[in-house]
């Protein structure tokens, strides 16, 4: 079966720099969901999408801000990157609003040095 | 603030036998749990939910109860098997959001 595909799998930034994560749910499912996961950190919720438009917000920062595209895809965007943003970034997605059920892709191991 | 916990960092389980991952949570507003189970490098694979009116949910090996009254649930993997070996997380929903508990490393010895 289809999984939740991310790219890159791996991303070496410097500080400062910006950095585009991108996301593809499984098809159709519309809902989209992204995660940070910090070293020996449980994964902390970021932002979702519904039919292209935000649909909850959590602990993303200011110099983050993500998009949903009319195909479902997502794309995080990061800029002015610190190293304390070195993490695993998981995409998950889901069939409808509401369905509590999110399933993940295999992450984004983002680098900052 | 963490809402939802698991305070065994780690179980070690014999082949064949059960393993029971424990998770507690704090907010009364979640209504819905899940398990998660997550190997190194991949994201969280979804394994087993319950809903905040149920107490048990099963499927196959895995099964999931939820003692609202004690904001407590667990999973129960039997019998276990070695491919079972992996980090799960509990996580609890309210809204889109998931909140994650911290993890429980399980080791299934052959």
């Known amino acids: 079966a289809a999984g939740v595909i991310q790219s890159p799998r791996h991303l070496i930034k410097e500080k400062r720099e910006t950095a585009t994560l991108k996301c593809y749910p499984i098809?159709?499912?519309?809902?989209v969901y992204w995660y940070q996961q910090g070293p020996g950190q449980d994964p902390q919720f970021l932002i979702s999408?519904?039919?292209?438009?935000?649909?909850d917000k959590g602990s993303i920062p200011d110099r983050f801000s993500a998009q949903q595209f009319s195909d479902y895809h997502s794309e995080l965007n990061m800029s002015s990157l610190e190293l304390g943003d070195s993490a695993l970034y998981f995409c998950?997605?889901?069939?409808?609003?509401?369905?509590?059920?999110?399933?993940f892709g295999p992450g984004t191991r983002l680098t900052v040095t | 603030d963490q809402q939802v916990k698991q305070n065994s960092p780690s179980l070690s389980v014999q082949e064949g036998r059960i393993s029971i991952l424990n998770c507690d949570y704090t907010n009364s507003m979640f209504d819905y749990f899940l398990w998660y189970k997550k190997y190194p490098a991949e994201g969280p694979t979804f394994l087993i939910s319950?809903?905040?009116?149920?107490d048990k949910n099963e499927d196959g090996r895995f099964t999931v109860f939820l003692n609202k009254s004690a904001k407590h649930l667990s999973l129960h993997i039997v019998p276990s098997q070695p491919g079972d070996s992996a980090v799960y997380f509990c996580?609890?929903?309210?809204?889109?959001?998931?909140?994650f508990g911290t993890g429980t490393r399980l080791a299934v010895r052959p």
């Open positions: 996580a609890a929903s309210s809204g889109d959001k998931l909140t």
């Open positions: 999408f519904y039919e292209k438009m935000q649909s």
């Open positions: 098809p159709r499912h519309d809902t």
């Open positions: 998950a997605s889901s069939p409808r609003q509401g369905t509590y059920e999110q399933y």
């Open positions: 319950i809903s905040s009116i149920k």
